[in-house]
């Protein structure tokens, strides 16, 4: 079947359009919700079929699926395409966006349940999947981009969705510019290839970088702008600042966006890219330490926060930054891993807070939670498995993801070092900590509800326990796939030095050992009722108060970014640019048209005697003109 990479890109655009623009005006009347949630779950159904379709094909030939649907622009010798490639990296992303993808919007007909924009809603998701499929498939840099800017639009209208709240229609308008910042970035590297090779092709691209003689530009260079572009993307120092606000938005969307897609974008860009990234040993320690960075400074932020789905993306960004460091030390494989089972387990963890969020009528402060275990227990068995698999607890899934990417840390040949390992394992250790500790404060202790809320308690309906229940499975299961090895003709695995191998297995059992002592050391202080967490709370009362703040970073931001551009907008684009210079000209011209109207006005008095004078004075005038010059 011809135009299948077509048309498993086009299908959710066809959703999008059916839900936008049909069921958006006729819901209440011929068509209902039952109509929308067809459409809406049916479209991402048909591009996971296709896509596991493409992929049973790719596994029996064993060569890339390449297609081109038609030509965008032509200049000359040169032309834009737009096409399609779809490779063992393509397709396990496709795969992991469909698939993963299609439980979240199956999920929302149960959480949207009776929101009066329905429709609305369902028309965005299936927009955004849409732009990520484009994302992922596209051949070209620029059909990528154009799938990049797409996820940032539709990001903003779904984190904005109810905005009719300033907060949350703020939120959305946050992550929309900060991650235009980084994609400043993105297009100066897409300009430098262009210039150097010739072709915005990635795997030409990568050829090229990998042929006889390299393109005459830095790739380090390069390999740093479009890493600008990844940390806007996927919320790495400096610019992850908009990934907690975007909780503003439904739960589903949350998982959407921090589970399978748009943040796991920049990741997918380092590693389709890593034909340049084998050339550039700076760019790929400047990606590896800001990694790291970011992994230990989100996993701090985390240990403080009570709003249950900011621990989890504050979570997200720190699981996000071990995925640059694994790319970083040449390990693209292992971070392609780590994005598909964090996917599983942050998509389960998202969700199921969001089954928490719909048993107590849009709570989410953990600290007036507690003893639902009991009382929603799909929910909590769920959670658990979920919450084991991010802390790396053996055999879940996030073990066997977070073991290799912490290996490679700490022996790749390609810049691992004993200290990137100790700031990863920290920030793991931290993880462990904080994922339990969330764990023990909503579902085990004594009840901290208000009576009102704890009556309504009530398990989710099968539509959103079901989900669940697969993400479980899921994340109890996926490290089981030897993604990395089926990765590795494309993505082959750093070298290892020969002397360093005998510690593989130690490493191994600290790492285990870490996720165990992360959980135990919840245990301690908040298995009876956290009261030992309150009693010690006061002696780092300091310490505390500056990650409830998150460091500060927005209000530095503020002060250093917002308030000088808020004055600059205001003093002299405002008022010099449009009071002065643009209403001033406007003034000023509709003022010279009222000055000579009313002198020309004067003219006309209507006396004879004075048009004669005047027409005398006209014909003299003309005279003396011609007598001179003739």
């Known amino acids: 079947m011809r135009y299948l990479l077509t048309l498993i890109v086009l299908s959710p655009l066809a959703g999008f359009l059916v839900n936008g623009i049909l069921a958006t005006r006729l819901t209440g009347a011929r068509l209902g919700p039952r109509f929308v949630s067809f459409v809406a779950c049916l479209m991402p159904l048909l591009s996971f079929a296709l896509t596991v379709q493409c992929f049973m094909q790719l596994l029996g030939s064993g060569t890339p699926l390449i297609e081109a649907s038609y030509t965008w622009a032509q200049f000359g010798s040169q032309s834009f395409g737009i096409g399609f490639h779809f490779d063992r990296l393509s397709g396990v ?38 732009f990520m499929l484009l994302l992922v498939l596209g051949r070209s840099m620029l059909v990528m981009f154009v799938g990049w800017e797409g996820v940032g639009l539709a990001s903003y209208l779904l984190i904005g969705f109810w905005f009719e709240d300033p907060v949350k229609a703020a939120a959305g308008k946050k992550a929309f510019i900060t991650n235009r910042i980084g994609d400043a970035g993105f297009l100066l590297g897409m300009f430098l290839i262009w210039g150097a090779v010739g072709t915005l092709d990635m795997d030409r691209v990568n050829a090229a970088f990998n042929g006889p003689t390299p393109p005459l530009v830095s790739a380090s260079l390069v390999g740093i702008l479009l890493f600008i572009g990844a940390c806007g993307k ?161 055999p879940l899934a996030g073990f066997f993801s977070k073991d290799e990417i912490l290996w490679f840390a700490f022996a790749s040949s390609r810049g691992g070092s004993p200290l990137l390992w100790g700031l990863a394992s920290a920030a793991s250790l931290m993880t462990a900590f904080y994922m339990f500790r969330l ?93 030992r967490a309150a009693r010690l709370r006061p002696s780092f009362d300091a310490l505390h108060r500056i990650l409830w703040n998150k460091y500060y970073i927005d209000e530095l931001y503020e002060a250093a970014l917002g308030r000088p551009l808020n004055w600059i907008s205001k003093r002299i684009f405002l008022q010099l640019g449009d009071r002065a210079l643009i209403d001033g000209t406007l003034h000023g011209l509709s003022g010279l048209a009222k000055l000579s109207a009313g002198a020309l006005s004067s003219v006309q008095t209507g006396s004879l005697h004075r048009y004669a004078f005047f027409v005398v004075i006209g014909v003299v005038a003309a005279v003396a003109w011609s007598v001179r010059h003739g």
């Open 93 to 130: 992303m496709a795969l992991v966006v469909t698939g993963v993808g299609s439980l979240i919007h199956i999920y929302s007909v149960g959480y949207m349940k009776g929101d009066e924009s329905y429709a609305r809603y369902f028309a965005y998701l299936n927009l955004f999947l849409f």
């Open 234 to 394: 996927s919320a790495q120092i400096p610019l992850h600042v908009w990934l907690p606000d975007a909780m503003a938005g439904p739960t589903p969307v949350s998982a959407l966006i921090h589970a399978a897609t748009m943040v796991t974008g920049g990741v997918y860009l380092v590693a389709r890219m890593s034909g340049v990234y084998l050339h550039a040993p700076e760019a790929s320690a400047v990606i590896a330490w800001v990694g790291v960075a970011t992994a230990f400074f989100a996993a701090t932020i985390a240990i403080v926060q009570n709003d249950i789905k900011k621990v989890l993306a504050y979570s997200t960004v720190s699981q996000l930054g071990l995925m640059f460091v694994a790319l970083g030390v040449g390990a693209y494989a292992v971070a392609i891993f780590h994005v598909m089972t964090h996917a599983f387990f942050k998509a389960c963890l998202f969700l199921g807070s969001g089954s928490v969020i719909h048993a107590l009528h849009g709570e989410q402060d953990i600290t007036r939670m507690g003893g639902l275990a009991k009382r929603i227990p799909v929910t909590f068995v769920t959670f658990a498995v979920a919450t084991a698999a991010i802390a790396g607890i053996p």
């Open 439 to 531: 764990l023990w404060l909503t579902f085990f202790g004594r009840s901290r509800m208000d009576a009102e809320t704890e009556h309504h308690v009530h398990e989710s309906p099968l539509s959103m326990t079901g989900i669940l229940a697969i993400l479980a499975v899921l994340s109890a299961l996926g490290g089981f796939i030897p993604l990395p090895h089926f990765l590795e003709p494309m993505l082959p695995l750093p070298a290892v030095p020969h002397e360093l191998h005998h510690l593989e297995g130690t490493l191994v059992m600290v790492a285990v050992f870490f996720g165990f002592l992360g959980l135990a050391v919840a245990w301690f202080f908040y298995g009876n009722d956290a009261q």
